[in-house]
């Protein structure tokens, strides 16, 4: 380390479970912080010292004070903060790559000078919007991959799309219907002629109907005329189809606009030779370079700055890999790696200097031949920043000038500072290497209006665990969000977004332990289950169960402190005089999984299978009473993981980076786990990872690589098969050679 590089220094940080520490950070260098999982570095890196950065300019730009995340005794010499996450939390169709990072005015200006055409012309978000689509670039179509079950006979209602309260009905008004076209309701939907699927998926019945059918425990009449579930998604019949129809519907690129969200009278004229207005909305980056170089050498002098501004773009997204994306390709089809990458580039290009870069695990999401050029890149930011990485790989630790080590657990057991030795020994984890032959096998030809994967046609292994491989963008995470599910109606996409809840929801309330709990105490002590609910009859009646109340106001902002009746429970003092094996319902919430099941309570064959399945992932260290916001993204997934999991209703899984801001440990106890479920539930796994432990304990792979401005399968096939094809990548990053194994 440097010695002339100054010193920040906080003191005393008991941000969430972190355990009074003091820490440095130097200027103008790059700190590491590294752990287990839980151990505390986003509340470090994120909550505390960005948090800091954050607030103390807010404080100088706001009139409102301030809320903080953070618990602190003393910092000093506070630099500015650019928090990068690998979370990507935007749902607006209409936000594109341009759009996003301003270059939209410098795209229309371009077209518009060039063409001689007003420039709203250009703006597909306005005047200039293909009317077809409305300026999205695709439209929404039925499925019929995703609405249909072509396994289930007529009579089992094979659509998925009608709304499952109606079933039962649903079942007589196809009878009566095939009845009416001479179809047998008794044959499987792909047991019938091109013809007959027709009439079902398209048909309308002449004749409304009435017919009695049950719902629940109910019995009601219903009357309808039949109509198909293709006709009725398009024509939004809201009482007999589901009301999540994108669910049902493929983004198909609008035939129109061709994709680039224009009018076609506008994307088809020529900026030069071979060279649309559409195809400068649509092209790849790699290739739109090429292009914008040539327009520049006959474009006129006043376009020359626009041109350059695009170019420089280009540039800095292609430095960090992300040359396949388009400029109108929607941020929210991106991934958290793919848009923290793109920030990074907009950093890379910003005249903004002297700043603090606190990064998210940027080499979690990166093949292993691409971490070299993120280093690189952490490298060139350094040179004016200075740089505060969450990071788990063993090359960015080591080029770091300055680590801080957490351990030496999760959750309350977490948030001490740790040596390096302490850590390596954290990081130790293995299990025997068991792999697993498919019993079944299907393919399927992989279709996507974000891909093009020139007609590759993917095998699926059943009872087995499939690693799914490849560069950054050449479509893994495409192929278990968008693509399996159309084929199989048990499947499970597990991502790593934040579980869907309020700021009250708790790992207990999301995982549905705490009503298994409620439940419990209320048998135990023959008491009403209402009692247990902080928002029941059991709440405290002068904070109404939220353990807070309203002492004053600063500013005209409100101010709380600890409810003294009931000293922040939320519960009345009466419930919480009764107990179960000697714990109240308040004190049940605060215990960690782990020693909720060390305790030995019998709360419900439900709840022990849960909390057996969310310790066996590594998540024993969890309080119940944890709100889910304050989860990471590898939390987030594998509560998601062991809630399918206990259900069991999915025979086959995709996992998106399940190893992501895992350590060696923790993921070997979900690659257990994953094992386990495989040998005794026969399962199987799909997994987009670039993790080469995890890839390690895979059985059959398939890689995927970009070719142009396509997507192919250059490899897939069994563990025995990869070591034999000398001319793959996967095989050089393994290190349990089949015949090794033996």
């Not at 499970?492 to 439940?519: C, D, H, M, W």
């Not at 040998?679 to 895979?698: Q, R, W």
Request: hydrophobic residues 30%; positive net charge.
């Amino acid at each position: 380390m440097g010695d002339n590089m100054q010193k920040i220094t906080y003191k005393g940080i008991r941000t969430h479970n972190l355990k009074n520490i003091d820490v440095d950070l130097y200027k103008g260098g790059m700190t590491c912080i590294a752990g287990v999982s839980g151990s505390g570095k986003s509340s470090l890196a994120f909550s505390t010292i960005s948090g800091i950065s954050q607030a103390e300019y807010d404080k100088m730009t706001n009139d409102n004070k301030v809320e903080v995340d953070y618990d602190v005794d003393s910092y000093d010499d506070v630099i500015m903060s650019v928090p990068l996450r690998q979370l990507n939390f935007n749902v607006n169709p209409r936000s594109t790559v341009m759009s996003y990072f301003d270059l939209q005015k410098f795209v229309i200006y371009v077209a518009g000078s060039i063409m001689g055409l007003p420039l709203s012309d250009f703006n597909y978000n306005g005047d200039g919007r293909c009317r077809e689509c409305q300026g999205l670039g695709y439209k929404l179509q039925p499925d019929p991959v995703s609405i249909i079950d072509y396994d289930k006979k007529i009579s089992e209602v094979p659509f998925r799309c009608w709304q499952k309260t109606y079933v039962d009905f649903f079942r007589q008004l196809l009878i009566a219907y095939c009845d009416e076209c001479g179809i047998d309701s008794n044959k499987r939907f792909k047991e019938l002629t091109e013809k007959q699927k027709e009439k079902l998926l398209y048909g309308t019945g002449n004749l409304k109907q009435t017919f009695k059918y049950k719902a629940g425990e109910r019995s009601r009449s219903k009357t309808s005329c039949y109509i198909g579930p293709i006709t009725g998604l398009e024509k939004k019949s809201d009482d007999m189809f589901s009301h999540n129809r994108e669910q049902y519907c493929a983004q198909k690129k609008c035939d129109c606009c061709s994709g680039s969200r224009l009018r076609a009278k506008t994307a088809a004229k020529e900026l030069s030779k071979g060279f649309s207005v559409g195809s400068l909305y649509t092209e790849d980056l790699d290739t739109l370079e090429k292009d914008l170089l040539k327009l520049k050498k006959s474009a006129g002098k006043n376009v020359q700055p626009a041109l350059d501004n695009i170019l420089t773009f280009i540039t800095a997204c292609k430095k960090v890999g992300l040359g396949y994306l388009s400029l109108t390709r929607s941020i929210a089809s991106l991934s958290g790696g793919e848009l923290q990458r793109l920030r990074i580039a907009q950093l890379l290009i910003g005249k903004m200097h002297d700043l603090l870069i606190v990064l998210d695990e940027p080499t979690a999401s990166l093949y292993p031949a691409e971490v070299d050029f993120t280093i690189g890149i952490m490298d060139e930011m350094r040179k004016k920043n200075t740089l505060l990485v969450v990071e788990h790989n063993d090359k960015v630790i080591e080029k770091a000038d300055h680590n801080i080590y957490l351990g030496h657990d999760g959750g309350k057991n977490g948030g001490y500072l740790i040596s390096k030795n302490e850590y390596m020994k954290l990081q130790e984890g293995s299990l025997p290497y068991q792999f697993f032959k498919r019993t079944s096998c299907d393919t399927r030809v992989l279709d996507s209006d974000y891909v093009d994967y020139a007609g590759s046609a993917l095998e699926i292994p059943h009872g087995s665990v499939l690693g799914l491989c490849g560069m950054s963008g050449c479509g893994k995470t495409t192929i278990l969000r968008e693509i399996l599910p159309k084929y199989y109606e048990d499947y499970l996409y597990v991502s790593q977004k934040p579980l869907k809840g309020n700021s009250f929801t708790t790992v207990a309330t999301y995982t549905k332990l705490l009503g298994e709990i409620r439940t419990c105490y209320a048998k135990a002590l023959g008491k009403d289950k209402g009692y247990f609910s902080q928002r029941g009859k059991g709440a405290c009646d002068k904070c109404g169960g939220t353990g807070v109340i309203e002492i004053g106001s600063f500013y005209e902002e409100k101010l709380f402190g600890t409810c003294d009746k009931c000293n922040g429970t939320g519960y009345l003092q009466e419930v919480l005089e009764w107990k179960v094996d000697g714990v109240n319902i308040y004190d049940i919430q605060q215990m960690t999984i782990d020693e909720l099941i060390a305790s030995g309570m019998n709360i419900s064959a439900k709840a022990d299978k849960m909390l057996k399945l969310l310790s066996d992932l590594g998540l024993g260290y969890l309080k119940l009473s944890q709100k889910v916001k304050t989860l990471s993204g590898g939390e987030n997934q594998r509560i998601k993981l062991a809630e399918a999991l206990n259900d069991n209703k999915d025979s086959m899984i995709g996992l998106d980076e399940p190893a992501k801001g895992l350590g060696k440990r923790e993921t070997a106890r979900l690659l257990g786990l994953i094992y386990s479920q495989v040998s005794k539930n026969k399962k199987a796994f799909i997994i987009a990872e670039h993790d080469t432990m995890f890839l390690n304990y895979c059985s059959y792979f398939a890689e995927l690589r970009r070719k142009g401005q396509s997507t192919i399968i250059v490899f897939q096939g069994s563990r025995e098969q990869l070591f034999k094809d000398k001319k793959n990548d996967i095989r050089n990053w393994l290190t349990a050679n089949p015949e090794e194994l033996k």
